[in-house]
């Protein structure tokens, strides 16, 4: 099985008092795992003033990215799991879930995009329900990478 995202980057029953520090949470392990730079996660904040929050992408889901730069040391993936409704201005929210992705180049960063969209329209309907349901980081870990 091919390993979309690692134990060390999931995160379970989080909180958030606003979207910017969901984000932030979210793109820890990246940093904590030298992944990325602080600021990358940064940039992912900044799209999103800049652009809007295009980055929910369906109700519940939202997947931080920011283009591909010299903060990006390795290309991975985080995902946080939070216990209270985060508000980012789009129609599709409330989110729950907050993906992040961090790669080296632009075509890698849109092979992953693709590769994570399709596993979440894919999958059966209530592959997010299931993972906002977690109880574990291992139970999203195999939800994710199966």
Known sequence: ?????????????????????????AGEPLIRGKSVKP?????????????????????YFALAHAAPSKNVLKDDMSIAVFDNDIYFGSDNDPVRVVMCLACTDG????????????????????????????????????LLNK
């Open 39 to 59: 600021e990358q996660i940064e940039s992912m904040i900044r799209s999103v003033i800049d652009m809007g929050p295009y980055i929910v992408l369906m109700p």
């Open 107 to 142: 075509k890698k960063h849109v092979e992953k995009l693709s590769k994570i969209a399709k596993k979440l329209m894919d999958s059966d309907a209530d592959l997010l329900n299931r993972l906002m349901k977690a109880e574990s980081r291992e139970e999203i870990f195999e």
């Open 1 to 25: 099985m091919e390993e979309i995202i690692s134990l060390g980057n999931i995160q379970v029953h989080q909180n958030a008092a606003d979207w910017q520090q969901a984000i932030r949470i």
